[in-house]
């Protein structure tokens, strides 16, 4: 006869077991099933390949949250929008303020708050960890003109952080934009204006008859260096020294002769002063002589009394 089973002993230990497995879950969790989380969301206009639901959510090197759900926009709101609508939820003690005081006290404050935080340039960026290429949400702060938020036509239904192309992203869209660059420069018209530029070359060449004109540049090149030598070998000559010595030595007489005569002018100054009064007195006296001879030839030669004048008597 077969024993029946412990039915009793049977669900306390099912029930035991599921206490272990909560507490175990609770523990290795970090407690984050207490925790106070809340919800944003952004929409991307790309490809968000390699993201998951479970990613993190990092800022400035710390994970604050995680992705929470993706899916496309048209699944939650009526628009006929294709952007990638990605959910993430934040912990509230991850981003704690001072003394352990939230940022924000209620709802209405984070909104406002975050509002103001995505007007200075908080955007979510699509990032990769190293080689390993696993996908996560990146917060960083870029220029809000150089980044605008997507066009959206409904109300998002959490706060809402607009969303900015990844750094991988952006340098694929360089690479493509350069890629259509050179694909539009014409590389057969360049090489031909290439041609056409190498021929009128030539041509100015042969025209300019370069090698006539390099044939006279050496042989003026060469008169210089000769004449260059014999100027070096004159000067260095005895006669040069000597007639270069002479010049000197004739400077230094001059010199000294300009020296005496400014003495010599200096201390006969007077004298000459002198002289000069002399030789105009008597170029006066010559001069009134000369008048005389003039007016009265017989009286200044033979001695006779000059004539008498009528004005003169009648004043007599």
Do not use: C
Not at 8 to 34: D, E, N, P, R
Not at 38 to 58: I, R
């Amino acid at each position: 006869m077969s024993q029946k089973p412990n039915f009793f002993k049977i669900g306390l230990f099912v029930i035991l077991a599921l206490l272990i497995l909560a507490g175990a879950i609770i523990f290795f969790g970090g407690g984050k099933f207490f925790e106070k989380k809340y919800t944003v969301e952004t929409y991307f206009d790309q490809p968000v390949e390699g993201l998951s639901v479970g990613a993190a959510l990092e800022f400035q090197g710390v994970q604050i949250g995680n992705v929470s759900s993706i899916e496309f926009v048209f699944n939650e709101y009526s628009t006929d929008k294709h952007y990638v609508l990605v959910r993430a939820e934040i912990y509230g003690n991850k981003v704690s303020g001072k003394n352990k005081g939230r940022l924000f006290k209620s709802d209405e404050e984070r909104e406002e708050g975050i509002n103001k935080m995505v007007q200075k340039g908080l955007r979510l960026q699509l990032a990769s960890q190293g080689i390993t290429g696993i996908a996560f949400l990146n917060a960083v702060y870029l220029d809000p003109e150089r980044f605008p938020p997507l066009e959206h036509n409904w109300k998002p239904e959490y706060v809402y952080i607009p969303s900015a192309p990844g750094t991988i992203a952006q340098i694929t869209e360089t690479i493509e934009e350069l890629s259509q660059s050179i694909k539009s420069i014409d590389f057969k018209e360049i090489s031909q204006d290439i041609e056409k530029l190498v021929a009128s070359l030539n041509r100015a060449v042969e025209e300019a008859k370069v090698g006539d004109l390099s044939k006279d540049v050496r042989e003026l090149v060469k008169t210089l260096n000769t004449t260059t030598t014999e100027l070096d070998s004159i000067l260095k000559s005895k006669e040069a020294k000597q007639t270069l010595a002479n010049v000197t030595a004739i400077t230094s007489d001059l010199r000294s002769t300009l020296n005496r005569t400014d003495r010599l002018l200096s201390s006969r100054e007077h004298s000459i002063k002198l002289t000069m009064e002399n030789i105009e007195r008597i170029s006066e006296d010559s001069r009134e002589l000369l008048e005389l001879l003039k007016k009265y030839p017989s009286w200044v030669l033979f001695g006779n009394p000059p004539p008498h004048i009528e004005g003169e008597e009648k004043s007599e």
